[in-house]
Nanobody, 126 residues
Framework: QVQLVESGGGLVQAGGSLRLSCEAS????????MAWFRQAPGKEREFVAV????????NYANSVKGRFVISRDNSKNTLFLQMNTLYPEDTAVYYC???????????????????WGQGTQVTVSS
């Protein structure tokens, strides 16, 4: 049984930082590119960032580029998202995803996602 369990969400003031984690079990972690998506109230789920199987390639949504850093620890089957300089518009539920994507674009990552986590709430106050 595959499980992706996110943690690290919470309430933070604008300009602050948070670090999200996603622990994976029940799958061969290195078979998958790993990604973060988010969904704000009343909006569709959107791509945030993806990291390749080895961690050597990353891709970010323009809205978070330069502020967020995605990384993974394959020895611990864990994905991370370091979020800096947070804005109120970053408020959303953040989801971890395991994707079979080979090209790491936002579209292919979403289409090739095999597993989703349950999400963790991030709230940024102004």
């Amino acid at each position: 049984q595959v499980q992706l369990v996110e943690s690290g969400g919470g309430l933070v003031q604008a300009g602050g930082s948070l670090r999200l984690s996603c622990e994976a079990s029940g799958l061969t972690f290195t078979y998958y590119a790993m990604a973060w998506f988010r969904q704000a109230p009343g909006k569709e789920r959107e791509f945030v960032a993806v990291v390749s199987r080895t961690g050597g390639t990353t891709n970010y949504a323009n809205s978070v580029k330069g502020r967020f850093v995605i990384s993974r620890d394959n020895s611990k089957n864990t994905l991370f998202l370091q979020m800096n300089t947070l804005y109120p518009e970053d408020t959303a539920v953040y989801y971890c995803a395991a994707s079979l994507s080979l090209s790491y674009t936002s579209q292919t990552t979403a289409r090739a996602t095999s597993y989703w986590g349950q999400g963790t709430q991030v709230t940024v106050s102004s």
